[in-house]
């Protein structure tokens, strides 16, 4: 009886051991292995500790980079920008696992601003728009606070500045400590406007518009066009001890280009190739004053309507722009006597500016495309890649007219004056050098209006080497008391002053955008339309401000 005792109270002090014995860890695993944590929030992990049955399943936390991102107990929270490795470490055996935490934020701080104008000139009660450029473009706070130095001078309201008084006053434009600055200059409105002399001249035999007018042997000569009815012409007629006389061309030039030579000579093509100003024609021809005739030169490798032209060296020309069908660029050789394919243009373009660069280079560019739509302005080389030209964000050329030459608005070699506006209606003149281009600094803003009447410019520039200056065309916009005005700009000092000539009310309409200078240094308009192609006008006018 006591031997049984003893084995079974051995039995159960062995029970009684085994079942307080300690369950220990033998792993540790984390719900991430990684994720993303914006800087401001937190998120939980959890540990999972093996075997579930474990007696002490308790763990610590901690972070490589407690300046990035903190735990406890499980909750991440993000403290900066960068990467913290999270560890959870048993107490049981120190097994231990972790996960990596990048820690972004959406906020992007401002680095630098800059206003797209650093000086400006204004007149009374005129207005202008200075815009900010932020860096990074995608900066999180960008709102800008905008101040004047002088409010009795100039107010700003979300970059509108308005010359409310005469002086010196200074914007500025700030985003917490940065800052950006635009010096302005309120100045006196005089110009003076002086009377113009109007003498009309004979009518022509035709009455035409979107034909070429130029001056050859000294003599006023009109080629092509279209006529009443909107209907293209083979003719043509140059003024001669005051009477016209008429010839013949060998095509139709309606909406043409036209190029003088050196030598006098004019070469005139492409244009339309049906009526109703229709179609695109590859037909040249010269026009030699000397014997009033017309000679078929090689035809272009492209049909075009509303092109340009200038002369190269050795009488080659460089010709680009289209109407309505694709553009590109070609050469014609003066020696070769021939048109070359030149290659594609980044942009296609209607009446584009086409100008000399170089010896041996030329630039293109204009503000519509082949379908009468907006461009990015983008230049083009004869030779060599396409640029961007910075001016152009906030200043946007003219549309250059059929009439246009890069002759007419030369100031020296490879040198010439466009006009050009901008969103807020102002005029200004850009001065394009080779390919640089910049604003013509002007004593006083171009006026846009005179007598509360807006004028209305045409876009050519005419320049006169020889007296230093340019003269920029413009009317009241009416047909039936049609007032005619020329702005003279003198070139001779650093801000070039200008002087306003204006007519009285004439009995006739002639149009602006159909001139051209006289070898006396009048201006002349012929012919040209109001309101329809159907019925153009005769009437010529020379314009004598000088």
């Given at each position: 009886m006591r031997k049984f005792g003893f084995v079974l109270c051995a039995i159960l002090g062995l029970f009684w051991s085994c079942s307080e014995k300690d369950v220990a860890v033998t792993g540790v695993s984390l719900s991430l292995e990684g994720f993303e944590l914006e800087v401001g929030r937190d998120t939980l992990i959890k540990a999972q500790v093996t075997p579930a049955s474990a007696t002490d399943p308790s763990v610590?936390?901690?972070?490589?980079?407690?300046?990035?991102?903190?735990?406890?107990?499980?909750?991440?929270?993000?403290?900066?920008?960068?990467?913290?490795?999270?560890?959870?470490?048993?107490?049981d055996g120190e097994y231990t696992a972790f996960c990596i935490v990048t820690v972004f934020s959406s906020y992007v701080p401002v680095d630098s601003i800059r206003l797209d104008k650093s000086d400006l000139k204004l007149l009374i009660d005129q207005t202008d728009t200075l815009r900010v450029t932020v860096f990074p473009e995608d900066a999180t706070d960008s709102i800008v606070t905008w101040t004047s130095s002088n409010p009795q001078v100039v107010t700003v309201v979300d970059g509108v500045i308005t010359a409310v008084g005469l002086g010196d006053a200074t914007v500025t434009a700030s985003i917490d400590t940065l800052t950006a600055i635009c010096a302005i200059q309120v100045v006196d409105p005089y110009i003076a406007v002086l009377p113009m002399k109007a003498e009309r001249l004979p009518?022509?035999?035709?009455?035409?518009?979107d034909h070429i007018i130029f001056v050859a042997g000294n003599q006023l000569t009109v080629a092509g066009g279209h006529v009443n009815g909107f209907t293209r012409t083979t003719s043509a007629e140059y003024l001669e001890d005051g009477e016209w006389h008429t010839?013949?061309?060998?095509?139709?030039?309606?909406?043409?280009?036209?190029?003088?030579?050196?030598d006098g000579r004019m070469m005139i093509g492409g244009g339309c190739n049906s009526n109703m100003g229709v179609g695109q024609s590859?037909?040249?021809?010269?026009?030699?004053?000397?014997?009033?005739?017309?000679?078929?030169?090689?035809?272009?490798?492209?049909?075009?309507?509303?092109?340009?032209?200038?002369?190269?060296?050795?009488?080659?020309v460089f010709v680009s722009g289209n109407w309505y069908a694709d553009d590109s660029k070609?050469?014609?050789?003066?020696?070769?006597?021939?048109?070359?394919?030149?290659?594609?243009?980044?942009?296609?373009?209607?009446?584009?500016?086409?100008?000399?660069?170089?010896?041996?280079?030329?630039?293109?560019?204009?503000?519509?495309?082949?379908?009468?739509?907006?461009?990015?302005?983008?230049v083009d080389r004869l030779e060599g890649i396409p640029f961007n030209v910075e001016l152009f964000e906030s200043w946007k050329p003219y549309g250059a007219s059929v009439n246009w030459r890069a002759a007419d608005c030369a100031i020296d070699d490879y040198t010439y004056l466009i006009l050009a506006k901008n969103d807020q209606n102002q005029v200004a003149v850009i001065k394009v050098e080779g390919e640089s281009f910049s604003l013509l600094e002007t004593e006083l803003p171009i006026p846009v209006s005179c007598d509360d009447v807006n004028l209305i410019y045409s876009g050519q520039v005419f320049t006169d080497n020889e007296g230093n200056t340019a003269y920029l065309p413009a009317y009241n916009g009416s047909v039936t008391a049609p007032v005619y005005y020329?702005?003279?700009?003198?070139?001779?000092?650093?801000?070039?002053k200008q002087t306003l000539y204006k007519t009285d009310i004439l009995e006739a309409y002639a149009s602006i955008w159909s001139m051209t200078?006289?070898?006396?240094g009048r201006l002349v308009a012929c012919g040209g339309i109001y309101d329809s192609n159907f019925t153009p006008y005769s009437t010529v006018w020379a314009f004598s401000p000088f």
């Open positions: 610590i936390w901690y972070s490589d980079n407690p300046k990035v991102a903190t735990v406890e107990d499980g909750l991440v929270s993000a403290i900066s920008c960068g990467k913290a490795r999270i560890t959870v470490e048993t107490v009518d022509m035999l035709q009455a035409r518009a010839m013949t061309m060998n095509a139709t030039h309606d909406m043409g280009f036209s190029v003088q030579f050196a590859s037909l040249v021809e010269i026009y030699d004053p000397q014997t009033h005739s017309f000679t078929s030169a090689p035809s272009m490798t492209t049909r075009r309507t509303l092109t340009h032209a200038v002369e190269m060296a050795g009488g080659n070609e050469l014609y050789s003066g020696s070769g006597q021939a048109f070359t394919n030149m290659g594609s243009v980044s942009e296609q373009r209607s009446s584009p500016y086409v100008l000399r660069s170089s010896a041996d280079n030329a630039i293109v560019f204009g503000g519509t495309s082949n379908y009468g739509e907006s461009n990015a302005l983008v020329v702005l003279k700009i003198d070139l001779s000092s650093s801000e070039a200078k006289l070898p006396d």
